[in-house]
T-cell receptor, first 115, second 114 residues
């Protein structure tokens, strides 16, 4: 499977600011996804990061709050904007396409705390 | 859209016993069902998956069974060990266009006691 890294691994941010999370893969992948995992909860898909075009957002998630970029097949960013304490979560990227389009592997996650 | 239910939410077994976690899904078009193990503070790790063209798959002490008619699938762990203690998530895919998205169950916290 691919080696997936995320930066930062954790951060503490002030209310009203933004945090950009980077996801880097060591090989080209078909799909990249962004998930949120609130404390003690399951994984919720935020959006699919599309290479060279706008991301596809799930119900309840909007581009103004979670802008996403994917400039190439190995890199994506998720920005969480206008932070509030309710945004405190773990944010994970995942990739698929290795070996099949279904199989997803996760990055290590970014733990965000908003004060 | 797809809905995945998972039971039980917590499971405690003695070392050496078996553990079974069950999931049901709603979308009959789903055809891929992975299981992830998440240890505290770690990323979800794919441990086994099954596609709808088979009814059972085994990998050492873990196995997954699938009943397409009933729309449910189960994870079986035999001869449990303390290192099996973790949260386990089932998932089902939603094949939409070119992106195969996953819907996750709510998770099962497995505790293996000595």
């Amino acid at each position: 499977s691919a080696v997936i890294s995320q930066k930062p691994s954790r951060d503490i941010c002030q209310r009203g600011t933004s945090l950009t999370i980077q996801c880097q893969v060591d090989s080209q992948v078909t799909m990249m996804f962004w998930y949120r995992q609130q404390p003690g909860q399951s994984l919720t898909l935020i959006a699919t990061a599309n290479q060279g075009s706008e991301a596809t957002y799930e119900s309840g998630f909007v581009i103004d709050k979670f802008p996403i970029s994917r400039p190439n097949l190995t890199f994506s960013t998720l920005t969480v904007s206008n932070l509030s304490p309710e945004d405190s979560s773990i944010y994970l990227c995942s990739v698929s396409g290795l070996p099949t389009t279904d199989t997803q592997y996760f990055g290590p996650g970014t733990r965000l705390t908003v004060l | 859209g797809e809905n995945v239910e998972q039971h039980p939410s917590t499971l405690s077994v003695q070392e050496g016993d078996s553990a079974v976690i069950k999931c049901t899904y709603s979308d009959s078009a789903s055809n891929y069902f992975p299981w992830y193990k998440q240890e505290l503070g770690k990323r979800p790790q794919l441990i086994i998956d099954i596609r709808s063209n088979v009814g059972e798959k085994k990998d050492q002490r873990i196995a997954v069974t699938l009943n397409k008619t009933a729309k449910h699938f189960s994870l079986h762990i035999t001869e449990t060990q303390p290192e099996d203690s973790a949260v386990y998530f089932c998932a089902a895919n939603r094949a939409t266009g070119t992106a195969s998205k996953l819907t996750f169950g709510t998770g099962t916290r497995l505790q293996v006691t000595l």
